[in-house]
């Protein structure tokens, strides 16, 4: 399947932003074709003439071409890799500047809500001023989130190391759900909470992983859905898991979940709300914390998530 990926040169130039006959696919392909032809040339001409200095010649042809080919072939990589830095700090730069002020947006919106009484603005102004803070709330997590992305592209994001309930970010992020989940009908069930010990790892970059999947599980479930949360130890690991009977994913497109701004298609057309980054920030942060995240998913039936950690996090910065 590779092969095919790798020789369809349209969907290459397409992807790099480049002419075709700059891909490397195309310039591999040409590197094999000419060293072929000049081989075979090579061959006859040594046959009919009988010259070591003709071969000497084209052989040196040969080597001054797979060189400038491979020049071609390595600027083209550069290029790319500088481009791609460039992109990285640009979505790093943009997120901050973006981020302040919808900072004070949020703080306006927020102290416009708790001055004023009931009686001195309409229900419809009240209503006006809470959208206005419940959408800077978006902005705001989905800057957060490009500059995690921004953090994970250039090798930045810092990993620290202390004592972690588990169970309690669990408890904490169910709390943080209750409301929709009760508005929704969905049943919460948390099992085996108690024999877990304490993870000696990163609290925020936990949370974070634990509350993606959550949501997740409770973005892409139904009313009146069931989502049963499960952590586990195994050895030196602690095992995370969340189930729920909601959507799931189409068997196509499992190898692209952790894919930077994936969503898959059985969802875009209803659920218009996410981004793709969540699964791709959790993956970067799970291994880095020196575990690893898996998935099982039916469409229209459910989906499992699993992530392990070792309870002895290595720190890696
Ligand atoms: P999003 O912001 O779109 O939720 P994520 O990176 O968290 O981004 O998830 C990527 C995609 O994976 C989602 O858009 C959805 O198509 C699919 N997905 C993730 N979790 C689930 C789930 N529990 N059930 C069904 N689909 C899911």
Excluded: C
Aim: proline letters at 3%; charged letters at 25%.
């Amino acid at each position: 399947m590779w092969i095919v990926n790798d020789l369809n040169l349209k969907k290459q130039a397409r992807d790099l932003g480049v002419n075709f006959w700059q891909t490397p696919g195309f310039l591999f392909i040409m590197l094999g074709v000419i060293a072929v032809v000049i081989m075979t040339a090579t061959f006859y001409i040594s046959k009919n003439y009988d010259s070591p200095e003709l071969l000497v010649l084209a052989e040196s042809f040969v080597v001054i071409v797979i060189l400038v080919i491979g020049n071609l072939v390595i600027k083209m990589v550069e290029q790319i890799i500088k481009l791609n830095k460039m992109k990285s700090e640009f979505v790093s730069v943009a997120s901050h500047q973006l981020r302040t002020p919808l900072s004070a947006i949020r703080w306006e919106t927020e102290l416009l809500l708790s001055k004023f009484r009931k009686e001195s603005v309409s229900g419809k102004q009240r209503q006006s001023i809470e959208n206005i803070n419940t959408l800077s709330g978006k902005m705001t997590r989905l800057i957060n989130d490009l500059l995690d992305v921004a953090r994970i592209d250039q090798g930045r994001l810092i990993i620290k190391k202390m004592p972690v309930n588990v169970v309690a970010i669990i408890d904490e992020a169910l709390i943080g759900v209750s409301a929709v989940t009760k508005t929704r009908n969905i049943e919460l069930i948390f099992k085996d909470k108690k024999k877990i010990p304490l993870i000696f790892g990163d609290p925020e970059k936990l949370r974070m992983v634990i509350e993606n999947l959550l949501d997740n599980s409770i973005k892409y479930s139904t009313n009146y859905g069931k989502i049963e949360i499960k952590l586990s130890k195994k050895g030196d690991f602690v095992t995370f898991n969340i189930k729920d009977n909601g959507v799931g994913i189409p068997l196509e497109q499992h190898s692209r979940v952790f894919d930077k701004f994936f969503r898959s298609d059985n969802i875009v057309k209803y659920q218009t709300e996410g981004t793709g980054l969540g699964l791709y920030i959790a993956k970067n942060i799970v291994e880095q914390l020196g575990g690893r995240i898996w998935f099982n998913s039916v469409e229209g039936l459910g989906s499992i998530f699993n992530f392990s950690v070792p309870i002895n996090i290595k720190s890696k910065n």
